[in-house]
């Protein structure tokens, strides 16, 4: 530390002892002049420097430097002659030479720092992020899109090793190289993408100082990719996808004129593109509206519309939408299908859920064929009751396909993905049905049963109105209070699962009788839904006879594509006292007897027996005898369940044969 003595504390005194105050190395010990309103005089007093009248008392051995500012010869010569030998004058004159250069200084370096503020305030706001480094690896450069990016704090970043910042760095190998390396990609810690261009830094000399790396997300650089792509290429690059497309497509522009068209289009309609290009919208349509024109006039998009178009006024359907450049109508783009190819999909659609639908063992609202208001009540009923967790009691005749609304509903509910479990009430004694509902207990062994299987599943009771009062008993206990006991033990068990039951049977004709308990019956009829009968539905008899086809030619391994009107006709004159699984039986032995070049059904395939009530004998034709008895027998097991209610034990005692033997003969014709 040097100390400085300052003679004069006039505007030059003043101002070198402004200067003075900024170093960290000098110290001004005093300062005097005889006026004490002198401008250095009034400085030191607020800043606590010693100030005195006269000089002579302050020199000593601890004064290294004496500045003279007073502009007086004669006290210049004075204080040459008393200044301790280890003091340096300095004249006036060298004085504010000094003060000129330490000012100048002063601005130099204010405009340095305006400068570097500018040059800060720049490089942190730019998207690139950009870190430096000097020759040891070390950053000495950071902004703030690189702490965005990186999510390293730039305060965190400087003065560290580049390879503790970012670990994958480059940058020292690009000093060691001197190499630039352009636009390579890295993925950051923080998980960021970014594209990275790293460059040597060279001073004057030609010297490495450093490494320099400028980088930015990639999301960013596709952005500006894209915005940059010649339009042209975007053009040929669209129309080279309308080109190569299978679907037919049509543009026209705002006034509704064609400018473009695919090959697509041309096969469907049969129109070339000097018949359609700079033509109006309506020239291609052989049957109803022009659907561009309707689009161009309400800029909404529409979709679905049959139409007839073409030189062969082909079937098809089209979807049109308007063309809308920064809110501006610029015209609409079309897609037609040709319904031919439509319905081959559909078909092929319906082979693959069939093959999905047999490999999952399971059944969705999609496999609910029909468009009759009985069908669409009781799907919108099983809908509700899937989003619902309350127990759901199925009604209709055997074979109606409740099966199948039980297996809908546990899909769609919130337990889809525990198991779906059946459980045939009727097929079973009391004591072996309740074991395989409840489990049992043996020697100290728990077997658990079907109401642990399906645990958080649904388990669905077919036929619950077979069940005895004992059993019906242990089962209010589960829907009640979600407990039970199994056979031959003591402790209760918590069951989670979902009942849904089913019965062909009138149960309030039960009640009456005394054969239902009315407790199971009120919390089983929470949600009754009601299966139509085929014989209340009977449009959608075309339907499901073209459902049941597609599983079946899956089964059979044929590609039958239909029925003829007749055949339909005859199928639709019936009552099918059997439902569904009747229907699905007729059509099955319908295709033993196609030839292997049929393509559709026939009237002639179908079982005459089967259909007696419907279609005249032809006196001439006369069937097997076996054949007759199998039809026969099936029709008065039909018949015999129909005035039963469905109810299997009484339909054996009315029929004189054992419950065994009406099951074995009930599969057998698919009537279960």
Known sequence: MQNILIVGAGNGGYALLKLIEQADYLQVTAIVDINDEAPG?????????????????????????????????????????????????????????????????????????????????????IEEGMIGINSQGIVNFFNKSAERMTLIPVEEAMGKHVVDVISLSELPRIYETGKVELNKELTLESGTKIVTSRYPMVNNEGKRIGAFAVFQDISEVVRLAEEITNLTEIQKMLEAIIYSSEDAISVVDEDGKGILINPAYTRITGFSEEEVIGKPATADISEGESIHLKVLQ??????????????????????????????????????????????????????????????????????????????????????????????????????????????????????????????????????????????????????????????????????????????????????????????????PKHVDVRIIAASSLNLEKAMREGTFREDFYFQLNRMPIYIPSLRQRKKDIPLLAERLLVKLNQEFGRNIEGFTNQALEILCLYDWPGNVRELENIISRSMIFLQPNDRSVDERHLPKLMLQLSTEEDEDSIAPLSEQMDEMEKRVLAQALNICEGNKSKTAKRLNISLRSLYYKLEKYNLV
């Open 41 to 125: 005089i009034i400085y030191a007093k607020q800043h606590n420097i010693p100030i005195y009248n006269e000089w002579r008392s302050l020199l000593s051995k601890d004064i290294q430097i004496i500045i003279d500012v007073t502009g007086q010869k004669e006290v210049f010569y004075e204080l040459l002659q008393n200044r301790p030998a280890t003091a340096v004058l300095i004249p006036g004159e060298i004085a504010n030479l000094i003060v000129t250069l330490l000012e100048e200084k002063n601005s130099y370096i204010q405009i340095i720092n305006q400068r570097k503020a500018l040059q800060d305030l720049i490089f942190n706001s």
């Open 298 to 491: 309400t800029k909404k998009p529409i979709r679905g519309v049959n139409l007839r178009v073409g030189k062969e006024e082909k079937d098809v359907i089209v979807n049109v939408a308007p063309i809308l450049v920064n809110n501006q109508l610029k015209g609409s783009v079309g897609v037609i299908h040709d319904m031919t190819e439509m319905r081959g999909l559909m078909k092929e659609l319906d082979r693959a859920r069939t093959i999905i639908r047999t490999l999952e063992s399971s059944y969705s609202f999609e496999d609910i064929v029909g468009i009759s208001d009985e069908i669409n009540l009781a799907i919108e009923q099983a809908k509700l009751a899937a989003n619902v967790p309350i127990t759901v009691l199925l009604r209709g005749e055997v074979g109606a396909g409740k099966d199948l609304f039980a297996h809908a509903i546990h899909g769609e509910s919130s337990r889809s993905m525990y198991p779906f479990v059946r459980v045939n009430c009727s097929s079973l004694e009391e004591h072996l049905l309740e074991r395989e509902l409840f489990g049992y207990q043996e020697e100290g062994i728990t077997y658990p049963g079907k109401l642990e299987e399906a645990f958080k599943g649904t388990i669905f009771l077919d036929e619950v109105g077979e069940l005895t009062k004992k059993t019906q008993a242990k089962l209010l206990q589960v829907l009640r209070e979600n407990v039970f006991v199994p056979v031959g033990g003591t402790a």
